[in-house]
Structures are given as C-alpha cells and as structure tokens.
C-alpha cells in the first residue's frame, strides 16, 4: 500500500482500523469457519513530485509487507521513503 502526502500518525491509524476490519471478518461455509487475517506493507511520503520512481515506492512497500510476513503474519509494517535516497526509514 502506498500512502502519498499522509501524516505518519494518520496513517498508523488508518492502517490500524484496516488491519482490525480485515481480521474482524470471518467466513462461515457449510463445511468450516475461518477468520481472516492481513499482513500489510506500506510506504508513506510527502511531496510525491519528488519521488524517485514509483517502481521504487513501491519495491518498499514490498518489502515492508515481506517484513510483516516474515515477524509472524497478520500485522501492519510501515515504512517511510526518504526521498533523498529513495530508502526506507
């Protein structure tokens, strides 16, 4: 997910009732019931004129939602792209 000129607080929340709605749900089927859950990766920036690439922007992204798998699943990693190096932070 990409997050273009949003506060980094705004996005923590935004991402967190996201996160909460996607885990809230559960399907029910004649043979079983699941939950779901949600791994996001997201990058936030400001000045989206300045960015690098979008390739970039997202490879971040990427590797934010890479992150979340990686420390257990069903969470929320967010990175913010320094725009000087096109690096997360």
């Known amino acids: 997910m990409i997050l273009a000129e949003v506060p980094e607080m705004a996005a ?3 991402l967190a009732r996201l996160h909460a709605a996607i ?4 399907v029910h ?3 079983c019931e699941f939950r779901v ?10 000045g989206a ?5 979008l390739e ?21 990693i967010l990175r913010r792209l320094n725009i000087a190096n096109d690096r997360p932070v």
């Open 12 to 14: 923590e929340q935004r």
């Open 37 to 46: 859950t949600s791994s996001i990766g997201a990058t936030i920036f400001e």
């Open 56 to 76: 970039s922007v997202l490879a971040i992204a990427d590797q934010a939602l890479y992150e979340a798998k990686a420390a257990g699943r069903n969470r929320v």
């Open 29 to 31: 089927t004649r043979e």
């Open 23 to 26: 885990s809230n749900l559960q």
């Open 49 to 53: 004129s300045e960015i690098g690439s």
